[in-house]
């Protein structure tokens, strides 16, 4: 596709269920970043995947977050027994990782709402 | 990590000059500055980059001083489209956990 898409655009769950939060980059991408984004609030570092190394999960808030990166391409973020302070916009971004400064380009998030 | 500092909020007309300055006093060698813009309901977009000295592009200028310390956005005759939330960031490729962004600055652009 021409840009990094993200589904669903909007979750809406209740408090203990389990969701899955879709990303895909742009094709050629070798790096992928997870970010939330908190009403009002700056971007949260959550995870990042390059290539077939071992993903950076330093920004992870806590166990019942995971995610995965398949084929290199197309990556899950699951939130487990979900709380609702989990309630945030969370947003997909993809670099090519260039020698020369990295550029980030976003997908349109997915609105968690977790009642 | 390269910690940013920016103003919370700035206001502006239309047709007028804006510049958004960011401080980023422990940046490293390798690292590298972009500006992104965010609208409501939308993720950043790129704005512009650079490493030293003065780069332009068609939309923006960034001005960094030789001590690196700091940045200026620099937006020419903003319209009310240019309302949005504006972040420096500071990294380098392949950042990792290292890209991390500040609360930004809201520009509010009116007639």
């Known amino acids: 596709g021409a840009g990094v898409s993200q589904s669903p655009s909007n979750k809406v769950t209740e408090k203990g269920k389990d969701v899955e939060l879709r990303c895909d980059p742009i094709s050629g991408h070798t790096a992928l970043y997870w970010y939330r984004q908190s009403l009002g609030q700056g971007l949260e570092f959550l995870i990042y995947?390059?290539?077939?190394?071992?993903?950076?999960k330093s920004g992870l808030p806590s166990d019942r977050f995971s995610a995965e990166r398949t084929g290199g391409s197309v990556s899950t973020l699951t939130i487990q027994r979900t709380q609702q302070e989990d309630s945030a916009v969370y947003l997909c971004?993809?670099?090519?990782?260039?020698?020369?400064?990295?550029?980030?380009?976003f997908g349109s998030g997915t609105q968690l709402s977790v009642l | 990590l390269a910690k940013t500092t920016q103003p919370i909020s700035m206001d502006s007309y239309e047709g007028q000059e804006v510049n958004i300055t960011c401080s980023h006093n422990n940046i490293a060698t390798n690292d590298y500055i972009t500006w992104y813009q965010q609208f409501p309901s939308q993720g950043p977009r790129f704005i512009i980059q650079g490493y030293k000295t003065k780069v332009t592009n068609e939309v923006a200028s960034l001005f960094i001083p030789a001590d690196r310390k700091s940045s200026t956005l620099s937006l020419p005759r903003v319209s009310l489209s240019d309302t949005a939330v504006y972040y420096c960031l500071v990294g380098p490729t392949g950042g990792g956990n290292k890209l991390t962004f500040g609360t930004g600055t809201q520009l509010k652009v009116e007639l």
């Open positions: 971004a993809s670099s090519l990782n260039l020698d020369r400064g990295e550029k980030l380009f």
């Open positions: 995947f390059q290539g077939n190394s071992a993903p950076d």
